[in-house]
Each structure stands twice: as structure tokens, then as C-alpha cells.
């Protein structure tokens, strides 16, 4: 199992488009990782801005690994 998927993990996000509802966070400096709307922990319109600090877990989606539980720091 990856070491990353035992612990959350801190990020920044790069990309997220509120209109499509997903983006990406990137991590470990030069990793990017995907996230949907849903995995936002947050009340009322989940979105999130490029630059905004974050903490996620990883896990195994339809198409890969991606951010779940995420919570902006």
C-alpha cells in the first residue's frame, strides 16, 4: 500500500473549475492529484480557488488516484 494513502496529506491547489466541478491539487512539490466537488469537506458550494493551502487523503477512484476528504486549511 502507498505510504501517502495512511495519512492526509497537505497541498496547494492548482487548477479547479467550479463550472466542470473538479480540479487538481498538487503535492510532494511536483505531484498533481485530481479532485472532484464532492470530496470537499465544506458547507453550501463546494469549490476551491487556485493557490488555496489544503489537506486530502488518497484514494483509488474510477480513473485513478484522487483527493478525497478534502479540507481547506
Not at 5 to 31: C, H, L, N, P
Request: glycine share 10%; aromatic share 14%; proline share 0%.
Amino acid at each position: 500500500m502507498n505510504e501517502d494513502r495512511k495519512k492526509r496529506i497537505k497541498g496547494v491547489v492548482s487548477w479547479f473549475s467550479s463550472e466542470k466541478g473538479f480540479g487538481f491539487i498538487q503535492y510532494a512539490e511536483t505531484k498533481d492529484i485530481f479532485v472532484y466537488y464532492a470530496d470537499i469537506l465544506s458547507d453550501g458550494f463546494k469549490t476551491l480557488k487556485k493557490g488555496q493551502a489544503v489537506e486530502f487523503e488518497i484514494v483509488d477512484g474510477e480513473r485513478g488516484q484522487q483527493a478525497a476528504n478534502v479540507k481547506i486549511l
